[in-house]
């Protein structure tokens, strides 16, 4: 089914994705127990700095900006983040967007920005032939061979923009650790850069994991590490608890028609649906092959551990994520708005 023009969404039946919207409790299986790409760029001259990478725990990390973000880029998180992609599409219901565009209206012009692996990018340029997708990301991290209409940058997106043409789409996903002010360097941006009508959609995490039954309890070790994260990350002024607020910001920036539509993804099999159970053991998989990734720097860097320090608290953290006593979930945000048009603003 597509978004036709002139459609309210706001009465739109989501199929698989109706059991993981935030109104709906998860029922937990009863019968658990206690055990549980890239790019060639023409106009783009990328010098051995900006391509190198550096390396630290065994891992590497962006050397464009170095420092500005803190998780790698090596083999290991292409991977991960290429999962995190298809975990996503599964709990959007195979889709790459929520924002009103379809083969009958299609957007023409397209900025992914903090684009990874650059694989969202790709499937959107496979699905609009006609339009322009332009990818930015600090890492040199996307595939060589992309469809003609795709093209990737290495770029600050908290610097300055500047491109020659103005966009109908742009895109966010799961960009939490990398802005120090989410609604000034990317929402107020976006609409500067928007054509009128034109849309900005943000499909974000949140860091800190949920429960509706009160299994997961004052000193859980998912739990522990999350709000620990989110503390560490401020401390080096990096939103990680923003999903929630992107709203607001939308709204206060000038954007209309904003929507937004939430989702629950188990944190592991506890669920008693078979769909849900088999997201969750998605997302558990995911997360225990991000963990080391997600904690290493920014561990070291604000609380001055060290990596066999680090890696001897995270069993603990591992260990809890096959507890499927305990009922927890993250949620997935996805919000999207419109600039308004001429007409609207001259009426404003």
Known sequence: MSFMSGR??????????????????IEADSNEGLSSHHGRMDTLSITESIAASEERFGR????????????????????RLDDQHEIMKLVMD???YLAPFSKEKPPKNILDIATGTGTWAIEMGDEFPEAKIVGTDLSPIQPQYVPLNVRFFIEDST????????????????????????????????YDNLEPGGWLECQELECLPGCDDGT????????????????????????????????????????????????????????????????????????????????????????????EEIEVDLINVRKSLFNRQVHSYQRVICVWGRKPDDSEMRVA
């Open 60 to 79: 590497t990390y962006h050397s464009y900006r170095s420092g500005s973000y803190n998780y790698p880029n090596d083999p290991t998180e292409i991977e």
């Open 94 to 96: 195979g889709r790459n």
């Open 159 to 190: 610097e300055e923009w500047d491109y020659p043409e103005r966009f109908d789409y742009i895109h966010t996903r799961v960009t939490l650790g990398c802005w120090s002010d989410m609604k000034t360097q990317i929402i107020q941006k976006a």
């Open 8 to 25: 309210s969404l706001d009465n739109y039946e989501f199929t698989f994705e109706k059991y993981l919207t935030d109104s709906n409790r």
């Open 216 to 307: 997961m309890t004052e000193g859980h070790a998912w739990l522990d590490w999350a709000i620990k994260l989110c503390e560490a990350s401020e401390v080096i002024n990096r939103q990680l608890n923003m999903a929630n607020q992107i709203k607001g910001w939308m709204e206060e920036v000038g954007f209309v028609d904003v929507q937004e539509m939430v989702f629950k993804i188990p944190t592991n099999g506890w669920p008693k649906d078979r769909r849900l159970k088999y997201l969750g053991l998605l997302w558990q998989r995911n997360v225990m092959t991000g963990l080391s990734g997600f904690t290493l720097d920014l561990f070291n860097r604000v609380l001055g551990k060290t990596m």
